[in-house]
């Protein structure tokens, strides 16, 4: 069975750019998580899909960050535009079901210089 | 305070010996999970557990639910499990997972 598939494993850009990264969760998988892990952090959630309706996007930046997951398969996570404190790990999980154990594909290092 | 809280924050073991690394959580919860991460790689699902004890190989996860503390154990360890280890939880009720800051383990040969 193949995992999460995420790319880019790592980006560098400046601030004020625009950045995005993108998500292909296990097959038959309808729960998709965005995490963003800051160096020495736990991963902190930004937004959940239940297919492509939003469950949760309470802790997402929304002036800045937004993510889509159109047909309710792979997902696109964006940034625009990027600050310094953006640099982080962003992480892609995804879930049989809300409640079932989350599968997590390789991140994506984000550096903000 | 954190809602989930680890310790120690770094360890560092020699080869072969016993490693416990602890879990705290202030909420109700509904499963907790073991998580290990390798430095540049994804996160990788150990347990998860609700009450009891689960072994798989030399690792061993327990769970005291009365107390809100759960202990990840690692007998003989090797250089192989150095990694940072992460404990969350589901808050009852919710699909979300609240993770600890991690517990970094370097096991040196």
């Known amino acids: 069975e193949a995992g999460v598939a995420q790319s880019p494993r790592y980006k560098i850009i400046e601030k004020r750019q625009s950045v995005a990264f993108w998500c292909n969760p296990i097959?038959?998988?309808?729960?998709l998580y965005w995490y963003q892990q800051i160096l020495g952090q736990g991963p902190k959630l930004l937004i959940q899909f239940q297919n492509n309706g939003v469950v949760d996007d309470s802790q997402l930046p929304k002036d800045r960050f937004s993510a889509e997951r159109l047909k309710g398969v792979d997902s696109t996570l964006k940034i625009q535009p990027a600050k310094l404190e953006d640099s982080a790990v962003y992480l892609c999980?995804?879930?049989?079901?809300?409640?079932?154990?989350?599968?997590f594909g390789p991140g994506t290092r984000l550096t903000v210089l | 305070k954190n809602e989930v809280e680890q310790s120690p924050q770094n360890l560092t073991a020699q080869e072969g010996e016993f490693i416990t690394i602890n879990c705290s959580y202030s909420v109700g919860i509904s499963a907790l999970h073991w998580l290990q991460q390798h430095p540049g790689g994804g996160i990788v699902s150990l347990f998860m557990l609700s009450s009891g004890k689960k072994k798989h190989g030399r690792l061993i996860a327990t769970i005291n639910i009365q107390e809100k503390h759960s202990s990840l154990h690692i007998t003989a360890s090797h250089p192989r499990d150095s990694a940072v280890y992460i404990c969350a939880v589901e808050k009852g009720g919710s699909e979300k997972l609240v993770f600890g800051k991690g517990t970094k383990l370097t096991v040196n040969p």
């Open positions: 999980a995804s879930s049989f079901s809300g409640y079932n154990e989350q599968f």
């Open positions: 097959s038959g998988h309808a729960t």
